[in-house]
């Protein structure tokens, strides 16, 4: 079956330390490949997307991601993080022939303290 | 972007009631889903729902437990039917902006049930 895995579900970092959280996904020959952030008591908002095109995509609040075929992998970076950044961090994957389904990862806990 | 309202934000239930989630969207889509993310989980589909067309179930939901309405290209409800403690949940509603396959979401029906 096809699988999304977030190997961590929770990153504490500090405020101005870099980030990268962890995404692979099952084998495909095709992909598109997201991140999503739910902050607090809220919905998911799209970070950013890979379709096609340069492995290295940039995303809001400084966010960016690379998509690496070989380890099919598609994990998430920011260079230094604030405060507000703390939220779920949500994977998701749709893989070719599945009807546009997005498939997503159990979620990253990001928690950036003072 | 699109714009989701979902009606009601939050909503506290009694065991063996039923609630009808309401999702409006500001602009004509195709595909309609609804997904749900039990406490500390990451989302898991309930059902894709197409204009003129019968709900299409994931595994694991059916259309008993959750009815699915989608009387034109803006609007759909969710009815979790005789709901029980495992049901409380939040509800997402998101709809799909193709070809990017990206979805948008509504900011969740947040269900309790006692």
């Known amino acids: 079956a096809q699988s999304v895995t977030q190997l961590d579900s929770q990153v504490p970092v500090f405020e101005e330390a870099p980030v990268e959280l962890r995404c692979n996904y099952s084998?495909?020959?095709?992909?598109?490949l997201f991140w999503y952030v739910q902050y607090p008591n809220q919905g998911l908002q799209l970070l950013l997307k890979?379709?096609?095109?340069?492995?290295l995509v940039k995303g809001i609040n400084g966010f960016e991601a690379e998509f690496n075929k070989s380890q099919t992998s598609f994990h998430l970076r920011k260079p230094s993080v604030h405060i507000s950044d703390t939220a779920e961090y949500f994977c998701?994957?749709?893989?070719?022939?599945?009807?546009?389904?997005?498939?997503f990862g159990k979620g990253t806990l990001l928690t950036v303290n003072p | 972007s699109a714009v989701i309202s979902q009606k009601p934000s939050r909503d506290i239930c009694q065991r063996g009631t039923s609630l009808t989630i309401q999702c409006q969207v500001d602009?004509?889509?195709?595909?309609m889903f609804w997904y749900r993310q039990q406490p500390g989980q990451s989302l898991t589909l309930i059902a894709t729902?197409?204009?003129?067309?019968?709900?299409?179930?994931e595994s694991g939901f059916v259309i008993d437990k959750f009815p699915i309405s989608r009387p034109n290209l803006t609007f759909s409800t969710l009815t979790v039917s005789n709901m029980s403690p495992e049901d409380s949940s939040i509800y997402l509603c998101?709809?799909?902006?193709?070809?990017?396959?990206?979805?948008?979401f509504g900011e969740g029906s947040r269900l309790t049930v006692l």
């Open positions: 729902a197409n204009q003129g067309s019968e709900a299409t179930y």
């Open positions: 890979y379709l096609s095109g340069s492995t």
């Open positions: 602009s004509q889509v195709t595909m």
């Open positions: 998101s709809v799909e902006r193709t070809p990017t396959g990206e979805l948008f």
């Open positions: 998701a994957v749709i893989f070719g022939g599945s009807n546009y389904k997005l498939t």
């Open positions: 084998s495909s020959v095709s992909v598109y």
